[in-house]
């Protein structure tokens, strides 16, 4: 016999229990339907992210090569040490065994990790040496989430020689993060940050390529899921001659200054110092604050370009330009004579000659070469400064050259115009003749006087001096100043008596005959340097422009010794062994001046 | 004429929930085996195997027993139960932090997982033996203590999950025997008392679980690494999944305890939405079948002892398969039939056993 229980009030609370489970079930399907279907690409990424390391393949810089092909500025290979802390599950003991591996400051490892990326490989060292990748190869298991990267580094092999025409790199700054012209590139990023570096930034950087590769949780690759080549930059050709260069670099030894050489008939850039320089090669893999702090602050200022960034007066080179203005508007002749006592005492002023005892009778060609000051005294007044300025204008003057290089200074061209604009007071018809002679408010840099100099030698066209041979192109054509080719022919006359029998003898060579300009650019007032004549810091600028052959110009020259004391002493010797090394020549100086030019005398 | 095989009750053997079962399983073996394939055991998945059928050979012997002699034998289940539970408290290894294992003959067994199946014995005996139409807090107040007590050895050891997993079980008997809705009220109330005072018992890394759970970027790599992880390897799985053996996350490794605990993550990374859908509805189909063979079982012990091996069973599978997509806090709970783990696969198997006992005498006498 059967006996069945009364399950009935059991099996209708059953009927509850069932419906819970079908809703719970029903209520995880509705989860997975979110995650999987409605979130599915949001996940896919991150699992992407997860797995997938992308790897930069660095594009090698363009390199940078002299107008023969030299090459002045190219890469090496170097290892980098990288690390993704997404892989790292303890972050904290990674950045302190890899500290400790590579012989660095934790702190400086943490200071990067704040401003990286997510998900994009931390640069931790660069340029790491090979005993650095042998203990990280050994520490491989320890610390997956490391690796080394071998990329191409910048190396510039003639150090400091050229280093400021051709710039050097350097880590993308903050600032230059948020220009326009720099958003494709990320924090860490390599851009030029000086010269031609950072002119051609764009052309030179080339593609960067990349590799994804799949990685496991520890971090190690799997394998390779998608590679594109790095697109190397392409490299540019400058105008630079590196032998012309190196002789330009060997002439200023021990001096500080610079000087730049021009091709006359183009404007191409054949060399230019500024000294003392810097090696750029240290800043390619980041220079420490102290050492940046020490080039930044050094009153040297060996940071600054002084061919393009130096502001000097130019002293007497200044009379290449007023001859030239004299001549152009009929103020006088290449015959004009004045005569010369030594000083000329004129709108209640007494102004002297450098040389006190007088020149006596001068005309245009002896004034030049003998840098006679009362000749151009009397050019100034008859000219006066609206025509004076007007032709330094024209001639390059208180404008920027448009040299293809970062930061030009534009110099200054006083008038009455500027003079009321800036210090609301009228001209003085006594600051012109002291304007005359290049001394007064002017100032110009050392490549706005090589562009002066290139004017008289390829008889009056205005060139724009550039580097890049390759580049550009268009509208870097010399302009025509409409000057007349007689003013031209009495101009270059002088120029070629200030180194045959003038102030310019140290430059003299030969075979070739060299046309030049000495002069001296008071640094201070002449009441304090007779209180104290041997302080070097208080000694005149030594200038120097030239160009040859006088024939048929092909280099263009201007010349800065800072406290050279004057241009024939200092620069022109200067001047000199460029020259000869441009045309051959690499011979001592000639024995002393055949000429009748007083060797103290000039300005 | 009770025990021993009868033909009548091979007849009745409930053939589609053991074929349910067994999909289920070996569904498990393959994604033990995509878990593992190319770790540092890729063999887990053959031992997964033999596993089944050692389960196996459990579910055969549970089956055959008549459940009614089994309850007969509460006190006796309850007895060595509590002792196992002792014992393992003070002589199990330490492994981890817990200790949970006890060592037979090279095997290593956690006596908790068999303890649930005791447990729901001794609950279905219990309350079995009650005649009255409903019942008040107070009728619930033996078999709750007795329960409790094994919930508690289990949680000190620590296993949380498991432990937890008790608290279904005798709920849900508790309400089919008649216990009044207003006194289901106060228990629940009761237990999350019980819940408030344990707060400041539990460790750290529980407390920690628990936050992160509430935001897991709070610690990225650390506790909330696991929900994160398993969310990314569902999510990505997308509508029809990134294959066999080729879901990244399982494969490269970011997924944690996937051959265990996360294999379901596994699955729905490799099988996709269809995947999940599939094995979600054979889970539901074994749930509805045994929840059915207590409606047909032939007297009220019959009707409790499957519904609270269902509830348990509920509960875990429910929970594990939450925990995965990232629902609830991480728990070392794994989910029956299919996660890595001996006596995990041999509490649920006997578990289907005792069920299949049931059906096959629901017309016996």
């Given at each position: 016999?059967?006996?069945?229980?009364?399950?009935?009030?059991?099996?209708?609370?059953?009927?509850?229990?069932?419906?819970?489970?079908?809703?719970?079930?029903?209520?995880?399907?509705?989860?997975?339907?979110?995650?999987?279907?409605?979130?599915?690409?949001?996940?896919?990424?991150?699992?992407?992210?997860?797995?997938?390391?992308?790897?930069?393949?660095?594009?090698?810089r363009g390199a940078l090569l002299d107008?023969?092909?030299?090459?002045?500025?190219?890469?090496?290979?170097?290892?980098?040490?990288?690390?993704?802390?997404?892989?790292?599950?303890?972050?904290?003991?990674?950045?302190?065994?890899?500290?400790?591996?590579?012989?660095?400051?934790?702190?400086?490892?943490?200071?990067?990790?704040?401003?990286?990326?997510?998900?994009?490989?931390?640069?931790?060292?660069?340029?790491?040496?090979?005993a650095d990748v042998a203990a990280l190869e050994a520490r491989r298991l320890e610390l997956p989430e490391v690796s080394v990267e071998v990329v191409p580094l910048r190396s510039y092999p003639l150090a400091s020689a050229a280093a400021h025409a051709l710039g050097r790199v350097g880590e993308i700054t903050e600032r230059q993060l948020e220009l326009a012209e720099y958003k494709e590139l990320a924090a860490g990023s390599l851009v030029g940050q000086a010269g031609v570096e950072s002119q051609y930034n764009r052309e030179l950087m080339g593609r960067d390529g990349f590799r994804r590769v799949i990685v496991n949780s520890r971090g190690l690759e799997v394998s390779e899921a998608e590679r594109q080549?790095?697109?190397?930059?392409?490299?540019?050709?400058?105008?630079?001659?590196?032998?012309?260069?190196?002789?330009?670099?060997?002439?200023?030894?021990?001096?500080?200054?610079?000087?730049?050489?021009?091709?006359?008939?183009?404007g191409e850039v054949l060399a230019m110092t500024s000294t003392p320089a810097y090696d750029?090669?240290?800043?390619?893999?980041?220079?420490?604050?102290?050492?940046?702090?020490?080039?930044?602050?050094?009153?040297?200022?060996?940071?600054?370009?002084?061919?393009?960034?130096?502001?000097?007066?130019?002293?007497?080179?200044?009379?290449?330009i007023a001859a030239t203005a004299a001549l152009e508007e009929g103020v006088i002749t290449p015959a004009t004579t004045f005569f010369c006592p030594g000083y000329l005492a004129v709108y209640n002023t007494v102004f002297h000659c450098a040389n006190a005892r007088g020149h006596g009778v001068m005309d245009l060609r002896r004034?030049?070469?003998?840098?006679?000051?009362?000749?151009?005294?009397?050019?100034?007044?008859?000219?006066?400064?609206?025509?004076?300025?007007?032709?330094?204008?024209?001639?390059?003057?208180?404008?920027?050259?448009?040299?293809?290089?970062?930061?030009?200074?534009?110099?200054?061209?006083?008038?009455?115009?500027?003079?009321?604009?800036?210090?609301?007071?009228?001209?003085?018809?006594?600051?012109?003749?002291?304007?005359?002679?290049?001394?007064?408010?002017?100032?110009?840099?050392?490549?706005?006087?090589?562009?002066?100099?290139?004017?008289?030698?390829?008889?009056?066209?205005?060139?724009?001096?550039?580097?890049?041979?390759t580049a550009g192109g268009a509208g870097w054509a010399p302009v025509p100043l409409g000057i007349r080719p007689e003013t031209i022919a009495a101009v270059k006359e002088g120029m070629r008596a200030v180194v045959a029998e003038g102030t310019g003898w140290p430059a003299r060579l030969s075979t070739v005959e060299v046309c030049g300009k000495t002069g001296s650019a008071q640094v201070v007032a002449k009441s304090r340097l007779e209180k104290s004549p041997n302080a070097f810091e208080m000694q005149p600028h030594g200038w120097f422009l030239a160009f040859a052959p006088a024939d048929d110009p092909r280099i263009a020259l201007a010349v800065l010794v800072e406290h050279g004391r004057s241009g024939t002493g200092s620069a022109a010797p200067v001047a000199r062994q460029i020259l000869a090394h441009f045309f051959g020549l690499d011979r001592p100086t000639p024995p002393g001046p055949s000429g009748t030019a007083d060797t103290e005398a000039e300005d | 004429m009770a025990g021993g095989i009868d033909r009548r009750l091979v007849y009745n053997v409930d053939w589609v929930l053991v074929g349910a079962t067994f999909v289920l399983a070996l569904v498990g073996v393959a994604m033990v085996y995509s878990a593992t394939h190319s770790g540092r055991n890729p063999d887990l998945y053959l031992k997964q195997l033999a596993l089944v059928g050692v389960g196996t050979l459990g579910l055969v012997m549970a089956a055959t027993i008549d459940y009614r002699r089994l309850a007969d034998r509460a006190m006796l289940l309850y007895t060595l139960s509590a002792v196992s539970l002792v014992y393992v408290l003070r002589f199990g290894p330490l492994k981890?932090?817990?200790?949970?294992?006890?060592?037979?003959?090279?095997?290593?067994?956690?006596?908790?997982?068999?303890?649930?199946?005791?447990?729901?014995?001794?609950?279905?005996?219990?309350?079995?033996?009650?005649?009255?139409?409903?019942?008040?807090?107070?009728?619930?107040?033996?078999?709750?203590?007795?329960?409790?007590?094994?919930?508690?050895?289990?949680?000190?050891?620590?296993?949380?999950?498991?432990?937890?997993?008790?608290?279904?079980?005798?709920?849900?008997?508790?309400?089919?025997?008649g216990l009044r809705m207003r006194a289901v009220a106060g228990l629940a109330a009761v237990i999350l008392l019980l819940a408030a005072f344990t707060w400041p018992f539990l460790k750290d890394y529980?407390?920690?679980?628990?936050?992160?759970?509430?935001?897991?970027?709070?610690?990225?790599?650390?506790?909330?690494?696991?929900?994160?992880?398993?969310?990314?390897?569902?999510?990505?799985?997308?509508?029809?999944?990134?294959?066999f053996l080729e879901g990244s996350q399982a494969q490269l490794g970011y997924l944690p305890a996937r051959h265990t605990d996360f294999i379901f993550s596994v699955l729905a990374e490799e099988a996709g939405f269809v995947g999940v859908v599939v094995v979600l509805s054979l889970y539901l189909f074994v749930l509805w079948r045994m929840l059915e063979t207590a409606r047909l079982a032939r007297d009220r012990l019959g009707a409790f002892l499957v519904a609270g091996i269902t509830a348990s069973f509920a509960f875990q599978v429910v929970y594990n398969v939450a925990m995965v997509a990232g629902l609830v806090p991480v728990k070392g709970l794994p989910l029956p039939l299919m996660s890595y783990g001996g006596s995990s696969v041999l509490s649920s198997l006997v578990g289907i056993g005792l069920v299949l006992s049931v059906r096959m005498r629901r017309f016996a006498n």
């Open positions: 016999m059967r006996i069945y229980e009364d399950l009935r009030d059991v099996q209708s609370r059953l009927a509850v229990l069932q419906a819970l489970v079908v809703g719970l079930v029903a209520l995880l399907v509705i989860q997975f339907w979110n995650l999987q279907v409605i979130r599915a690409r949001h996940f896919r990424d991150l699992a992407e992210n997860n797995r997938s390391r992308l790897v930069t393949l660095a594009a090698p107008r023969e092909g030299h090459v002045l500025v190219g890469n090496r290979p170097s290892f980098n040490v990288v690390l993704v802390p997404e892989h790292a599950v303890d972050l904290d003991r990674v950045v302190a065994r890899l500290a400790w591996t590579l012989g660095m400051g934790e702190a400086a490892i943490r200071e990067r990790l704040v401003r990286r990326q997510p998900y994009r490989p931390l640069v931790v060292k660069t340029d790491a040496t090979l080549a790095p697109v190397d930059g392409p490299s540019l050709t400058l105008s630079i001659d590196a032998s012309l260069q190196a002789a330009v670099e060997k002439a200023f030894e021990g001096r500080a200054g610079s000087a730049v050489a021009l091709d006359p008939r183009t750029p090669n240290e800043f390619t893999t980041g220079i420490d604050a102290s050492a940046w702090a020490s080039l930044a602050r050094d009153p040297q200022t060996p940071l600054m370009n002084r061919v393009i960034q130096g502001t000097y007066s130019p002293g007497s080179t200044f009379k290449v004034a030049i070469a003998n840098s006679c000051n009362v000749y151009f005294f009397q050019v100034g007044i008859r000219l006066e400064i609206a025509r004076l300025a007007k032709w330094a204008k024209l001639m390059g003057l208180g404008v920027p050259t448009g040299i293809d290089l970062p930061a030009e200074a534009s110099g200054l061209m006083p008038s009455p115009e500027w003079k009321m604009r800036v210090f609301k007071t009228p001209w003085y018809a006594g600051e012109t003749v002291s304007v005359a002679i290049g001394q007064g408010q002017v100032n110009a840099t050392p490549l706005q006087m090589a562009r002066v100099a290139a004017v008289i030698a390829n008889g009056g066209r205005l060139v724009h001096p550039h580097l890049a041979r | 981890a932090g817990t200790r949970r294992w006890i060592e037979v003959g090279g095997f290593q067994l956690q006596p908790s997982e068999l303890v649930k199946i005791a447990a729901a014995v001794i609950v279905a005996k219990i309350f079995s033996e009650y005649r009255q139409e409903t019942l008040g807090l107070g009728d619930v107040a033996l078999p709750g203590a007795a329960i409790g007590l094994l919930a508690v050895l289990i949680a000190r050891e620590p296993d949380l999950g498991t432990a937890a997993c008790l608290v279904p079980l005798f709920l849900a008997v508790a309400f089919l025997a529980q407390k920690t679980r628990i936050y992160t759970f509430l935001d897991p970027s709070l610690d990225p790599r650390g506790a909330g690494y696991q929900k994160i992880q398993s969310q990314i390897a569902v999510g990505s799985g997308g509508f029809v999944g990134r294959g």
